[in-house]
Structures are given as structure tokens and as C-alpha cells.
């Protein structure tokens, strides 16, 4: 961030007791930022209590709580549900579907009924990786095109309703966000009990790409695309520099854990354990961000064993 451009502002987060939204609201809080945290949680994760945040309780599919948003400068939609936490059946889909594309339509549709002055000026919409499709050999970055499976097509519709509000307000940013690596949630908490008993293994073939962010990556660049005008207008890919796949992955993580990974987990059970949703984990996409990222935002992990070690080390 720049030193002269030490503005403070008034943002409204929603999905902003997740994993992200809580690393990024602790980030901004820090820095004398203030604002409103929309969640369905009827109080805030320690790290955002007694902070300049205060907690506005609300489902993001039902409008009601859109007129609070009035009086922020930027909105940041993180609310999404979870991806991989159940088992994907036709409720679970619809959940993955409403909570982000009706969430951005309701943000959309409040702004552009206020008059022009009173609008906010920024919204930082997070989309996903997924907006490309999956594939063992091809390589995307944002100037790829969208891919045509059931990911794929709620990335293009979640983004599409942030768009409505381009030219409407002075910028929406899309941030395409990898796999975030994180012990406090997301994948790496889900595999570590398995690694612990010494079950730990490749997902399926093991060939296929993962695209990740190490969580202090990811907080520091939505962070700078909160307060440093750099971070234009557009659609950027927040994903290390270097994917790996995840057989790679694996062998980084059982280094690190000190345990072994000698049972490669079958795709048949991934398909019992999450359904559809196994799809994705066992095809992977390769996806880096543009040279224009890379240049603007200095990744501090941006190898996967140097992340892993600072994960383990500081269990963040």
C-alpha cells in the first residue's frame, strides 16, 4: 500500500465471519478501518469482536438487510456457501446457487435504486477458479473463457449480477479467488485429521492441478484492493504463481506434517463422501493470475512448501 494514500473507509462485508472475511476484517481493522459484517451468526468469530466492525445478523438470499448497506464506500461480497462441506445433492446445489447469485443480486439491485450520489463506490466481488471449468491440461488465466459445467456456470451468474452496477458506481472488482490454504478452515482443515491418523493421501489420480492462495496472500491483496487505488476496475485471479498438482500437494503436505501419505484416497469415495461435488476435487484446473497482478502484488508464500511451513508453523 501506498504510504500517501492513508484513507480509512466505511466497508460493508458480507460472509464476513468465513475464513476470509474474518482474516480480512482482523487485516482492516487493524489498519483504523471501520464497517458492517452481514452474517448469519448471531455474534462475530474473537479476532472481530471489540474491533471499529460491527455485526449486522441476516441471510444474504433475503433482501431486508440490503438498506444498511447505505453510507459504506466499498461493499465486499464474500457470502457464499461452502463448496465442499456436504454432501452435493439437489439441496445442497440450490444452497451453493442462491447464497451467491441472489446475494449479488440483492447488493445489485438496492445500489442502482439509490440516487447516484448516494450509492457506495466500490464493490470487490468474489467469484471462484470454478468460472473456468475443469481440465487435467489446460491452462487459464483471466483472459480465458468460462468453462460450461455446474461451477462454471454459477461463477458466470454470480458475477454477472455484480456487473449490473459497472458504470453505475466508480468500480466492481472481481476477484476469482484459488483454493484458500488455511489450517483455520477450507481444504487443509478437513485433510489434517486424516494426515493425523496417518491416512493421508492423493485425491484420486493425483495428476490433476490445484490453484491455490496462501490465506495472508489472499487477505493482502482484497486488502489492497480495499484502500490502494491500483487495483483497478476488472476481473483479477487471486492464485499463487505456481500451481501444483495435487499429488504434489500431498508429498508437501505429509513433509511438513511429519506423517506419511501412502493411500491414495479413490475417486469412488470421494463420489460417496461428497457426490458431484468429487468432480472437481479429482479433475483440478491450472489457473494463474495475469502478468498485471503479478507486477502490482508481491506474493509473499508464493511456493506451496514454503505456505505449508508457515501454515503448520503458526497454525494460520
Not at 439437489?90 to 439509490?114: E, M, P
Not at 480495499?226 to 504463481?241: A, F, K, R
Not at 469415495?269 to 484446473?285: C, D, P, R, S
Request: hydrophobic share 35%.
Amino acid at each position: 500500500m501506498n504510504h500517501h494514500d492513508q484513507k480509512t473507509y466505511h466497508h460493508f462485508i458480507t460472509g464476513g465471519s468465513g475464513l476470509i472475511g474474518t482474516s480480512l476484517v482482523q487485516r482492516l481493522a487493524e489498519a483504523g478501518h471501520s464497517g458492517t459484517i452481514l452474517s448469519r451468526k448471531s455474534s462475530l468469530p474473537p479476532s472481530s469482536q471489540n474491533t471499529s466492525f460491527s455485526l449486522l445478523q441476516g441471510d444474504i438470499r433475503d433482501a431486508s438487510w440490503c438498506k444498511h448497506i447505505k453510507g459504506h464506500h466499498t461493499i465486499i461480497n464474500l457470502a457464499g456457501f461452502p463448496l465442499f462441506q456436504h454432501r452435493w445433492n439437489a439441496k445442497t446445489k440450490q444452497l451453493i446457487q442462491s447464497s451467491r447469485i441472489q446475494g449479488s443480486h440483492n447488493i445489485a439491485d438496492y445500489v442502482l435504486s439509490q440516487p447516484p450520489s448516494e450509492r457506495c463506490k466500490h464493490l470487490i466481488q468474489a467469484s471462484a477458479v470454478g468460472y473456468y471449468g475443469t481440465s487435467l491440461t489446460e491452462k487459464f488465466d483471466e483472459s480465458s473463457p468460462a468453462g460450461h459445467d455446474y461451477l462454471a456456470d454459477v461463477a458466470q451468474k454470480w458475477e454477472q449480477q455484480a456487473l449490473r452496477l459497472k458504470g453505475a458506481i466508480d468500480k466492481v472488482t472481481i476477484m476469482r479467488i484459488g483454493i484458500v490454504l488455511s489450517t483455520r478452515g477450507g481444504m487443509i482443515k478437513k485433510v489434517l485429521p486424516i494426515f493425523q491418523k496417518g491416512l493421508g493421501g492423493r485425491l484420486g489420480s493425483g495428476k490433476q492441478w490445484v490453484s491455490w492462495i496462501h490465506i495472508h496472500d489472499l487477505t493482502a491483496a482484497l486488502y489492497q484492493a480495499c484502500t490502494d487505488s491500483h487495483w483497478q476496475e476488472g476481473v483479477y485471479n487471486l492464485t499463487s504463481p505456481h500451481p501444483v498438482t495435487n499429488s504434489q500437494l500431498t508429498k508437501a503436505l505429509s513433509k511438513h506434517l511429519k506423517l506419511p501419505a501412502f493411500f491414495p484416497v479413490a475417486k469412488t469415495f470421494l463420489k460417496a463422501v461428497l457426490g458431484e461435488g468429487a468432480n472437481y476435487i479429482t479433475q483440478g484446473q491450472y489457473v494463474i493470475a495475469s502478468k498485471d497482478v503479478q507486477q502490482k502484488f508481491h506474493y509473499q508464500y508464493p511456493h506451496i512448501d514454503e505456505a505449508l511451513a508457515h501454515l503448520i508453523k503458526t497454525k494460520n
